[in-house]
């Protein structure tokens, strides 16, 4: 019996695109026993937007959270995603402070390093992957779904055999978009391990609706994980449910290890949580609905709703139609990139650009000019050479590895801080958010400040 398992992404994925990563380590800590007791493959539980909104909204400490998870799932392995080069921000960090980050992540719990870059540029890829290792870490090579002329079944494979030689213990499909249709993933997978003999983790958002299909014809080509969320958490913008998962795969005959008692417990515990959100306005009903546009005009959704907020702004809603034209156009003069954070937030306003200034390429962001220059690594497809002489005019663009050109940050940065950070784990959330970290240790060290103020006195 082929065995199928499953990453339950509650915590982090389902989390973060319901309901903007805004649950607090306390809110699920009394469910993390049975999660630890459920039988899946993985909990991915950090990364992503964590780091991000607990030092901005919730007053936590990412890396407290990472040990509290550690110590409450002890059985379970925890997964984590990394963006490359770019960790959890958005921009590259230079090598030492990727190598710091990842073998601190391992080092406070995480098993499952998730690796991927929004180009599938391989050399962003290397050093998370080589540093995941060396600590002892499952490094996953996950490759950006996209469709486009350049992304065929034989690129896809070739990347694939890539990270198999830099030692990834899995191959991940990442749809971030939930465009990958059942024939997609089929074909995809079967591909996949048609060419490496590793364990493949298929991942796609439930947004359009194909995702229970394309999930199971991916398990029908050999997929061996898939990623879902407990049903309150389910669907829309986030993952498929587990619970609909396990019960159709099992009664196709696989093999699935959940345990549905656990599964049931979970689900009630996570049940009024939801509902508490929905009233209070965090969780929004067209985030739970199926949207096909993006099918349509081939753009995720997120993508879509800035658009139209960005013409809204400029009062041009009219022009709709005119930038949904060009948005495909201008993704191609960029090499095809697939349209994740933050490609599609600069593909999208530069084509809103295009139409409103009436001369294509006439304003261009800093962040184009970035990407042109290679900043954010190589193009899928070479970037149109008027396009790029329009940008750059007579400036070379980078041949080798942005982050080669950045000097060693982590000395200096702890250097900077000083007793501020208490450990190497402050300093690297200050590296990543300079400004949030530092509030939140300011903040930290006055409320001690008070507490120790307090316990004198009533002594
Ligand atoms: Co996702």
């Not at 809103?352 to 800093?366: C, W």
Request: with cysteine; hydrophobic share 40%.
């Amino acid at each position: 019996m082929k065995k199928v398992q499953f990453t339950e992404t509650v915590l982090r994925d389902a989390n973060q695109s319901l309901i903007a990563t805004r649950l607090p380590y306390e809110v699920y800590e009394p469910i993390l026993d049975r999660i630890d007791k459920a039988g899946y493959y993985a909990v991915e539980c950090w990364g992503g937007a964590t780091f991000d909104v607990c030092l901005r909204y919730l007053n936590e400490d990412p890396w407290e959270r990472l040990q509290k998870l550690r110590q409450k799932l002890p059985n379970s392995k925890l997964q984590m995603l990394l963006r490359g080069q770019n960790l959890l921000g958005y921009k590259h960090y230079p090598d030492d402070v990727v190598r710091k980050f990842v073998a601190l992540s391992v080092k406070n719990g995480i098993d499952i390093v998730r690796i991927f870059d929004a180009l599938n540029d391989i050399t962003n890829m290397k050093v998370a992957i080589e540093e995941t290792l060396k600590c002892g870490g499952l490094a996953s090579g996950a490759i950006a779904y996209t469709t486009s002329p350049v992304h065929t079944l034989s690129n896809y494979v070739n990347l694939v055999k890539e990270l198999k030689q830099m030692g990834v213990g899995s191959i991940c499909i990442k749809d971030m978009a939930g465009i990958m249709g059942p024939k997609e993933a089929y074909d995809l997978v079967s591909a996949i391990k048609d060419a490496v003999d590793l364990p493949v983790d298929v991942h796609t958002h439930s947004t359009t609706g194909l995702a229970f299909m394309t999930y199971l014809k991916a398990v029908e080509a050999g997929a061996d994980i898939i990623d879902t969320a407990i049903s309150p958490f389910s669907g829309g913008t986030s993952q498929p449910a587990t619970e609909t998962l396990a019960y159709a795969l099992r009664q196709l005959g696989y093999e699935v290890t959940t345990n549905d008692g656990v599964l049931t417990e979970i689900a009630d515990f996570f049940k009024p949580i939801r509902d508490r959100y929905i009233a209070d306005g965090t969780l929004m009903a067209k985030s739970l609905a199926t949207d096909t546009q993006c099918l349509t005009y081939q753009i995720p959704g997120g993508m879509l709703s800035n658009l139209l907020s960005q013409l809204k702004m400029m009062n041009a809603l009219n022009r709709l139609d005119e930038a949904l034209l060009e948005t495909p156009k201008v993704r191609a003069d960029l090499g095809y990139p697939p349209l994740v954070t933050p490609t599609s937030q600069m593909v999208g306003a530069q084509a809103v650009q295009n139409v409103l200034a009436g001369e294509r390429y006439k304003n261009v962001s800093k962040e184009i000019v970035a990407y042109c220059r290679g900043e954010y690594g190589k193009t899928p497809a070479p970037i149109d050479p008027q396009v790029l002489k329009r940008v750059l005019g007579d400036e070379q663009p980078l041949t080798g590895r942005y982050a080669d050109t950045l000097e060693p940050a982590f000395e200096k940065a702890k250097a900077e801080l000083g007793d501020l950070a208490r450990c190497d784990e402050d300093v690297l959330s200050y590296i990543a958010f300079p400004q949030l970290a530092e509030a939140f240790f300011q903040n930290r060290q006055a409320q001690e400040e008070n507490v120790a103020t307090y316990t004198i006195q009533e002594a």
